[in-house]
Nanobody
Framework: VRLVESGGGLVQPGGSLRLSCAASGFTFRNYGMRWYRQAPGKERELVAQITSAGGSTNYADSVKGRFTISRDNAKSTVYLQMNSLKSEDTAVYYC???????WGQGTQVTVSS
């Protein structure tokens, strides 16, 4: 199993980023997917999740209305569109298949002026 997150970077408050997670080594279309984040000194937290076919999504209250999770099963890729970013969104972001204990290396998102 391989998970490669990308798309992070430095952005000003109010800006946007789109994260991608390219997955391989398992049947991507059969698994729901999740995005987590971990800020310095804090525990890893669940940000968003999407079912295997993409028909249902859920979000943490802290990102609801600002973040959108989506997936392309043909490309074995899950996305996280992040809008109206705040300083408290600064963290390393990880994707993970539900029911499988594999993690990628993460991608750093820094929101700062």
């Amino acid at each position: 199993v391989r998970l490669v997150e990308s798309g992070g970077g430095l952005v000003q408050p109010g800006g946007s980023l789109r994260l991608s997670c390219a997955a391989s080594g398992f049947t991507f279309r059969n698994y729901g997917m999740r995005w987590y984040r971990q800020a310095p000194g804090k525990e890893r937290e669940l940000v968003a999740q999407i079912t295997s076919a993409g028909g249902s999504t859920n979000y943490a209250d802290s990102v609801k209305g600002r973040f959108t999770i989506s997936r392309d099963n043909a490309k074995s890729t899950v996305y996280l569109q992040m809008n109206s970013l705040k300083s408290e969104d600064t963290a390393v972001y990880y994707c993970k298949p539900m029911a499988l204990d594999y993690w990628g290396q993460g991608t750093q998102v820094t929101v700062s002026s």
